[in-house]
C-alpha cells in the first residue's frame, strides 16, 4: 500500500506541473506553492471561478488555511535540534499539503486515510491504533462530515495528540445549527439534505461545541483575520464561507 500511495503521489504531483503551463501570469497568486497566475482552474459542482490552483491543485480552504499557518502558527519555525522531532498526523491528505509537509517532517511525518491506497497508511480515526499523546499536531480537513461517529473520532483525535499539541480540525460550515439524520442512507436524498451524496450531515458554528465536548480549546478564525480584502482577492479565497479550526490540547 504504501509503494501504491507514493506512486499515486508523484502521478498528480506530475499532472498539476503539466497542466499549469498554460495559466501562468501575474494576477494570482498561490501562497500554497508559490505560483503566479492569470487565472485559476474552474472547480466545484456549482462552478466556481478562480478556485484551483493548476500547480499544486489548491482549492480556496486549502490557500486561507496556509496563510494562517505561515502567519499565526509555529508549525514553520525551525525545530529545536535537543528536542526529539515532532511528529504530525495528516489524515485525508491534500495533494497541495502533502509534499510539502513530508518534506517539513521527514520521518515525523504519517498520512492516513481509510482508503491505504491514499496514504502511508490505511486508518479508521474513530479508532486509531497509537497511544495517546503520539503525535504534535494533527490536520483532519474536511473529512468528519464524512464520518458516521464524528464525536468519536474527534476524541479519538484529541486522545493521539500530545499535551501541548494542536490540530487544525476544518469542516464545511452550511447550516446555521448542525443537521444530521442517521436513517438518511440514499446518496440523492443525502445530496439534497446534506448538499454532497457522501455528507452525512450538515455544520453549524456549534460545531465547535462538539470540539470542545472532546476536550479542545478551540480557537475560529475567518478569513478577515488572516489576510487583507487586497491579499484574499489575489490569493483567490475573497468571500469564502470557511474558517479555521484551530484546537488546542493543554490538558
Not at 173 to 190: C, I, K, L, S, Y
Request: include cysteine; glycine fraction near 8%; charge should be positive.
Amino acid at each position: 500500500m504504501f509503494m501504491a500511495w507514493r506512486k499515486r503521489a508523484f502521478l498528480v504531483h506530475l499532472k498539476y506541473r503539466v497542466r499549469a503551463i498554460p495559466f501562468y501570469g501575474n494576477r494570482l497568486f498561490c501562497p500554497v506553492c508559490g505560483m503566479n497566475a492569470r487565472k485559476f482552474m474552474h472547480f466545484g459542482v456549482v462552478e466556481r471561478t478562480d478556485a484551483q490552483c493548476p500547480r499544486c491543485g489548491s482549492l480556496e480552504r486549502h490557500r486561507l488555511l496556509w496563510l494562517y499557518l505561515r502567519r499565526h502558527t509555529t508549525l514553520f519555525d525551525e525545530p529545536s535540534p535537543q528536542g526529539p522531532p515532532r511528529k504530525l498526523l495528516h489524515v485525508a491528505p491534500e495533494p497541495c499539503f502533502e509534499p510539502r509537509l513530508r518534506k517539513m517532517f521527514g520521518n515525523g511525518y504519517l498520512s492516513a486515510d481509510l482508503d491505504g491506497s491514499r496514504a502511508m497508511e490505511k486508518m479508521d480515526i474513530t479508532s486509531i491504533g497509537y497511544p495517546d499523546g503520539s503525535f504534535d499536531i494533527i490536520f483532519c480537513s474536511h473529512v468528519l462530515e464524512h464520518v458516521v461517529d464524528d464525536r468519536k473520532a474527534i476524541g479519538e483525535l484529541c486522545r493521539v495528540l500530545k499535551k501541548g499539541g494542536w490540530a487544525i480540525l476544518m469542516v464545511p460550515v452550511t447550516a446555521g445549527r448542525t443537521f444530521e439524520d442517521p436513517t438518511v442512507t440514499d446518496p440523492v436524498e443525502r445530496l439534497r439534505l446534506f448538499g454532497q451524496e457522501d455528507h452525512l450531515r450538515r455544520y453549524g458554528p456549534d460545531y465547535a461545541d462538539r470540539l470542545r465536548d472532546a476536550g479542545f480549546e478551540v480557537r475560529t478564525v475567518g478569513a478577515g483575520e488572516i489576510a487583507s480584502a487586497g491579499e484574499a482577492e489575489r490569493m483567490g479565497f475573497a468571500g469564502i464561507a470557511d474558517k479555521v479550526y484551530h484546537c488546542l490540547k493543554t490538558d
